[in-house]
């Protein structure tokens, strides 16, 4: 059954916007000119490229893998496997290999953006729709939707709290939001003319952010939690 979350008003009182603290940037990589989806595997950070999934040592900085595969939008890691959006449908790989192991409907069929794994589901994003989807993984079933005030690019989950990118015009904001009520409760604001494709936590202090067509993944500081 799917339960829908109710829906923020434009009017709601939102979070104040705080400058998020880059700390690093990587790239842009040997021919890539747009990044969308990211993920971190515990060791490595993916990075989505179009035609090819590749994967960076966060520490030096070099590229170690690349897997030929279409990878247009988000990228999300169970703890075994890698999830892929590709257009219509999201590839479920083996990260040794490359190999497609299964494929279930992408909830936008084709307009979807940001994906992460939590709770033994996926989350995607809807960009336009402004929406979250939590899935089946096995069958692409929604679940689950919460809804943003925002347009949503990279969604991810750390330590209970949901956060989500936004990128609309040339602005860009990393947002957490109360997964009940869909209320904003942080912002993260991107300096001018540096935007967030994917997101992605690396579970401890840092967020990964895709940096659509710079071609660059950026580190920003996680805030620590209230309390």
């Known amino acids: 059954m799917t339960r829908k979350a109710s829906t923020p008003g ?46 960076f040592d966060p520490t030096s900085g070099e590229q170690t893998r690349a897997l030929d595969c279409p990878c247009d939008a988000g990228t ?11 257009e219509q449908r999201i590839d479920k790989i083996d990260p040794a290999s490359g190999k497609v192991l299964a494929s279930i409907p992408a909830p936008g069929h084709g307009n979807d953006s940001g994906m992460a794994w939590a709770e033994g589901s996926l989350w995607v994003g809807q960009h336009r729709d402004r929406k979250i989807h939590q899935i089946d993984p096995a069958t692409g079933a929604i679940l689950r939707t919460i809804e943003s005030n925002r347009f949503v690019t990279g969604v991810t989950w750390v330590d209970g709290e949901l956060w989500h990118g936004t990128w609309e015009g040339d602005e860009s904001e990393i947002r957490r939001l109360d997964p009940d009520s869909g209320a904003v409760l942080e912002r993260l604001e991107m300096p001018p003319g540096i935007n967030v494709s994917g997101l992605e936590s690396d579970g401890a202090g840092l967020f990964y952010c895709g940096g659509g067509g710079s071609g660059k993944v950026r580190a920003v500081r996680r805030p620590k939690a209230a309390g």
């Not at 842009?28 to 969308?36: H, M």
């Not at 989806?37 to 490229?49: I, M, P, S």
């Not at 999300?76 to 590709?86: K, M, R, S, V």
């Open 10 to 55: 434009n009017d709601q009182p939102q979070a104040k916007a705080r400058l998020a603290e880059i700390v690093r940037e990587y790239g842009p990589f040997a021919g890539v000119d747009q990044v969308a989806g990211v993920t971190h595997d515990g060791q490595r950070v993916w990075a989505a490229t179009g035609a090819r999934l590749i994967a």
């Open 76 to 86: 999300a890691f169970d703890g075994t496997h890698l999830y892929q959006i590709a």
